[in-house]
Every structure is written in C-alpha cells, then in structure tokens.
C-alpha cells in the first residue's frame, strides 16, 4: 500500500469538536486516543481554554473548522511556543498517568494489540503503535478519505466492549475524541515512530506495564 505526506494543496476534511480533525486521502496519520479517566475534567476544560485565549490573542478564531491550518501560517517562534504550551503540554498530562490506568494489565493491554493488528495490511499499515496506561499512540497509513475516524471509532468501540466485560464494568472506557495529525514528511514519521518507541520510557514505565511495536525498517 503506498500513502502520501500531508499535502497543502490536496483535498482535506475538517471535522472539530473540542480538537481538529484533518483527513486526506492515503495519508500517514499519527492518533492517540485515552481512557475517560486519563485527564482530570477540571485540568483539561483550563487546558482548552487556555488554548482559546491563546488562538484568539495570536488573531485566530478557534470556532473556525481550519484554525490549525492559520496556527501553521504562524511565525515559528509562535508555531513552537503553541506546540509547547498545547500540544507537548497534552501529551504530557497523559503521561502523568492519572486514571486507574488498567491497560497496565497485560490482560487488556492485549486487547487493544490483538485488535489492532486485526485489519494491519488490508484497511491500514501499522508504522508503529504503543499502548501506555491510559492511553494509545498508532503512527499508520490509512485508505481512503474520510476513514481514519471511522477506523479510530471502531478501534475504541470494540476495545471498550471487551476491557469492560472483563473488568466487570458499564459506562464510558475511552474518551470520545481522539488526537490525529496528518504526517507531514518522512523526517516527521521518524520522530513519531521514536516518540512512540521512547513513551514509556520517558513516563518511567517497567517492562510488561506497555506494549510497544514499530515495523522494521
């Protein structure tokens, strides 16, 4: 299967609710969904609203479907510090590991792995994946536009209905939105496939409370 880089000139979808969702056609997408609990409620509605003050402060209308693509227009220095502030910040909050954080169990961990070498090769290519505490990070190409959601939903629907009836549990396992980007280069596919590679190692995991993969190079 081939996939391309993050296009400027191609066809995108532009779906947002509380994060943006970009698609195009055949991309490379880095995804990170997280369990319900992963994020205090009262921590990420400052973190979302931090970012709205800061959108609209640097001339940006956070209600409009395309602000990511006027954050990219940005200076760098400004393009850097809304990475550091927003982003870094984010995936920092999920490496506190707060939650239960039961994927910690090799048990259900499994679940998410099984699953999502399930469809690898046929609807998507696995570049690489982890599955941390209370969260997962996937680096793959995925067919078609307008399916990494889709995809990501089926991900999380099946996931939840077989971690819950093992846990004996009902109710909401996994936060709704997920966090997507489209993969803008090789260079870029490198530093998510080390980033994913490196995660429990920077959250001070031991061995067996993650499941980590990337394809040989």
Not at 105 to 110: A, M, T, V, Y
Request: aromatic share 14%; proline share 5%.
């Amino acid at each position: 299967m081939d996939f391309r880089f993050f296009d400027p000139g191609a066809k995108t979808d532009v779906t947002q609710r509380q994060l943006p969702h970009w698609e195009q056609a055949d991309a490379y997408y880095f995804i990170t969904w997280r369990t319900a609990d992963s994020i205090p409620t009262e921590v990420f509605e400052k973190w979302h609203t931090e970012r709205f003050e800061w959108l609209r402060d640097h001339g940006i209308d956070p209600a409009l479907e395309d602000w990511q693509r006027e954050v990219e227009m940005l200076p760098e220095h400004d393009h850097r510090e809304f990475y550091r502030l927003f982003t870094a910040k984010w995936h920092g909050m999920l490496d506190e590991c707060h939650g239960e954080c039961v994927l910690r169990q090799p048990e259900l961990s499994g679940i998410v792995v099984e699953n999502l070498r399930h469809l690898d090769g046929e609807m998507y290519a696995l570049e690489a994946f982890v599955v941390m505490p209370n969260h997962v990070h996937v680096l793959a190409g995925i067919r078609g536009r307008g399916e990494m959601q889709s995809l990501c939903r089926n991900w999380k629907r099946y996931t939840a209905g077989r971690i819950n009836t093992l846990l004996e549990k009902g109710g909401q396992f996994w936060q709704w939105e997920s966090f997507d980007h489209v993969v803008r280069s090789p260079a870029s596919l490198e530093k998510f496939r080390q980033y994913i590679l490196q995660n429990p190692v920077k959250a001070r995991l031991k061995e067996g409370e993650y499941r980590a993969w990337a394809k040989p190079k």
